[in-house]
């Protein structure tokens, strides 16, 4: 990828190279959500930015290349969807003239089941082109797993009901063919692909109870692995 030759111009070149700039749009994960707790009627996310892999992934880059100037705008938005981050992108990501965006998208999109499949591929398909368009070079990464089973520690019959939707949708395969459609879509506009998925499901067929990886019991995964995404991403 040229993002590589960007980071070495740089390195070797400090006064003519611009910075880099990574920008990461995405939904909750992305953003850097990890428990939840119920106030009231809603759900809400506890707000973890250092531990966000965009972080990390910063972190990394700048022990790689520990002279050059990194800027990295995380885009990611608690509930988004595919559709959303369309709708948001020249704002939030192709203003800033990005060298390199990650995009990731899936969680959400499969809450509509597989009626949604079209309304995601479609915007999915459209946010590759617009970055495209604008010149930025573009990785996907794949969604985690979502619970597999109710954790028994969970009490509040709201937050049950959405542990048995995920875990119903993660279950039925439903997910999995938003992540074998988004593939398909990638594979079509030549979009590198940074797939965490299959490591769940490696890790799901070997015995690992992955509900306990995930942070809210739900769909967040816990800090951990947050750096496996980043360290995966590099």
């Not at 990828?1 to 920008?23: C, D, G, V, Y």
């Not at 002279?67 to 969807?81: L, M, P, T, W």
């Not at 990501?93 to 949604?116: C, K, W």
């Not at 998925?197 to 992955?210: F, I, Q």
Request: aromatic share 10%; proline share 3%.
């Amino acid at each position: 990828m040229k993002i590589t030759e960007l980071f070495n111009e740089k390195q070797n070149n400090l006064k003519s190279a611009k910075p880099i700039t990574i920008a990461f749009i995405g939904d909750s994960v992305t953003q850097g959500c990890f428990e939840c707790y119920v106030k009231g009627d809603k759900i809400v996310p506890v707000f973890d930015y250092k531990n966000a892999y965009s972080t990390r992934v910063r972190e990394i880059l700048n022990v790689l290349y520990p002279s050059v100037q990194i800027n990295v705008i995380n885009s990611g938005v608690s509930g988004d969807s595919a559709t959303g981050g369309l709708n948001r992108l020249e704002r939030d990501v192709i203003s800033y003239n990005p060298d390199l965006v990650v995009v990731s998208f899936g969680l959400n999109d499969s809450l509509r089941g597989s009626g949604g499949l079209f309304k995601y591929t479609d915007s999915l398909s459209k946010i590759f082109d617009k970055l495209a368009e604008s010149g930025t070079e573009t990785i996907f990464l794949t969604q985690n797993y979502m619970c597999t089973e109710i954790d028994p520690s969970i009490k509040d019959e709201q937050y049950k009901i959405q542990a048995e939707l995920c875990a119903k949708l993660q279950n039925d395969g439903v997910l999995k063919e938003y992540y074998d459609n988004a593939k398909e879509i990638c594979l079509e506009k030549g979009v590198k692909v940074c797939d965490t998925y299959s490591v769940w499901e490696k890790m799901n067929s070997a015995g690992v109870k992955v509900t306990g990886l995930l942070s809210n019991l739900l769909n967040h995964p816990i800090r951990e692995f947050h750096y496996y995404i980043a360290i995966k991403l590099i």
